[in-house]
Structure formats: C-alpha cells, structure tokens
C-alpha cells in the first residue's frame, strides 16, 4: 500500500490563518466605524443644539462650538515629525466632518496650538497681522509647520529607520498605512519621488 501525504492538516491550518486574518480585519473595521460614527454623530448633535434644530448655517461652515465638540487634537509643538503629521490628518478629518470652507481652516486649526507652537503662531499673527494669517491657504499653513517642527535630523533619522525597517511577523499591517503617506507627507524629497 502506498502511503499518502496528509494534506487535510495543512488545509486545516490554512483555514484557521484565513479566519484570523478575517476577525482581524473585520475587528479593525468594526473599531473605525465606531469612532467615524461617533465623531458624526456628535456634530450633528452639536449642530442641533447650536441652531436650534434648523440647518441654517450648513452652506457657511459650522460654528466653533460645533468644531470643538468633534474633539480635535491639540499640537504643543514638542511631538515631532511624526506628532505633526498625526494632528494634520486629525483636524483635517475633523475640518472635512464639520465642513469647514476653506477661508476658515487656518483661523480654527490654530485654535488648536498650546504652548510652543501657540507662542509660534503668535509670532506669525504679529508679523502677518490676524486677518492675513488666518486667512491663509491651509496648504500654506501646513508647509509653514512642516518647516518650523519637521527638523531636517529628525526627518533624516526616520527616513533612515524607514529604508531600513525589517518586518517581524506580522508588522507588515502597521507600516504599510504609513508607507503610503510617507510621499504625500514630504513630496520634495528626493528618495520618496517615483522615478521614471
């Protein structure tokens, strides 16, 4: 009698991989739904508690109360990098949930610096005049912090942690989110350019 390999262990344990793989991503989904669902439905009640019932102020943004309830992030300027890029994609967010017209982006994101970073842009107020600074173009906002927190050592030291990363396991879930961002966070630099 000729013995046959047993192929039904190893289809047994690809099963088990695939339902892992399965209640991890489904977990993970459930989780970000949860929080988008909150943070909408905690603007929408702000907003109804903010006019009263009508929706009269939806064509021009919404109020700062409104704003706040979406709990922004604040920025202390001590977070680096990494905390930077981090809290422009939470206002941003929390800007895009709230509606936010652009003319009004600056004026109520540095609502959110304490600390350093409001002692920065108090200087960039003074120099600017209030009306100017807040009135920039929230790209131009972004680039003016970019050159005041993202230190070229510090940008230097992750990009070199990031070319020289070695996966372990499964961190191939972690990095790749920000692998993707890494060329729309910092378009200039030359190692994150596409070449051809």
Not at 28 to 53: E, H, M, P, Y
Not at 110 to 120: D, I, K, N, Y
Request: glycine share 6%; hydrophobic share 35%; net charge positive.
């Amino acid at each position: 009698m000729s013995s046959r390999p047993n192929t039904r262990s190893s289809g047994v344990n690809d099963q088990n991989q695939t339902n892992e793989v399965e209640g991890l991503i489904a977990r993970k989904i459930n989780a970000t739904l949860l929080g988008l669902i909150s943070q909408v439905a905690a603007a929408l009640n702000a907003r109804r508690v903010d006019d009263g019932g009508s929706s009269s102020n939806v064509s021009h943004g919404c109020s700062y109360k409104i704003f706040m309830a979406s709990n922004p992030k604040e920025f202390y300027g001590t977070e680096g990098a990494v905390g930077l890029l981090s809290w422009f994609e939470n206002v941003e967010s929390k800007l895009n949930i709230t509606k936010w017209d652009e003319e009004s982006k600056v004026g109520y994101a540095s609502c959110m610096l304490q600390g350093r970073a409001l002692t920065w842009w108090t200087t960039q107020v003074q120099t600017r005049r209030r009306e100017a600074a807040n009135s920039l173009i929230w790209e131009n906002f972004k680039r003016l912090m970019t050159k005041e927190y993202c230190k070229k050592d510090e940008v230097q030291k992750l990009e070199f942690e990031f070319w020289n990363h070695t996966m372990v396991g499964t961190e191939i879930d972690k990095l790749r989110p920000a692998s993707m961002s890494w060329p729309e966070w910092f378009p200039t630099w030359s190692p994150l350019r596409r070449k051809g």
